[in-house]
């Protein structure tokens, strides 16, 4: 996803609502709410990561990547894969990605990055490297 852009990273906000957890500020049942769907998109769409969950520590979370933009019409609003964003970045102008991780086993979720895609903006092909970015929360292995 060579043509990422305008990232935005929710890292401080995840280890705020996490230390309000821990501290039993906030309880369990207010950040364990994954809807069905969203857990049914990390099962078919999502990427598997290596990373426990912050809550139940038993099950490794999934980071699942949403669309929105005006080009994807009733595209908009779909979980899709990192290789299909990969094929929209070349041929779609321009669209939002939101990555959200979810626990399928406790429903932990929380929006971790968001960023946009798309040929808008692109750099020049002789200054494009074509590697894929790491995962949000995860080293580039190359």
């Avoid at 996803?1 to 996490?18: E, G, I, N, P």
């Avoid at 709410?33 to 049914?40: E, P």
């Avoid at 005006?70 to 990969?86: H, N, T, W, Y």
């Avoid at 070349?90 to 040929?119: A, D, I, M």
Wanted: proline share 4%; charged share 25%.
């Amino acid at each position: 996803m060579r043509t990422q852009r305008q990232v935005v990273d929710y890292a401080l906000q995840r280890r705020a609502l996490l230390r309000e957890v821990y501290a039993g500020h906030v309880g369990t049942y207010e950040v364990c709410d994954a809807s069905s769907y969203l857990k049914t998109a990390a099962r078919y769409h999502g990427e598997a990561t290596e990373e426990l969950c912050p809550i139940c520590r038993r099950e490794f979370v999934t980071y699942v990547h949403y669309i929105y933009g005006d080009e994807l019409k009733q595209s908009a609003g779909q979980a899709r894969s990192r290789a299909e964003l990969a094929k929209l970045a070349t041929s779609l102008r321009e669209f939002q990605v939101y990555v959200v991780e979810v626990c399928r086993g406790c429903s932990w979720n929380h929006l971790v990055e968001q960023f946009l895609l798309g040929t808008a903006g692109a750099p020049a092909p002789e200054e494009t490297t074509g590697a894929l970015p790491a995962s949000p929360g995860r080293a580039a292995t190359a």
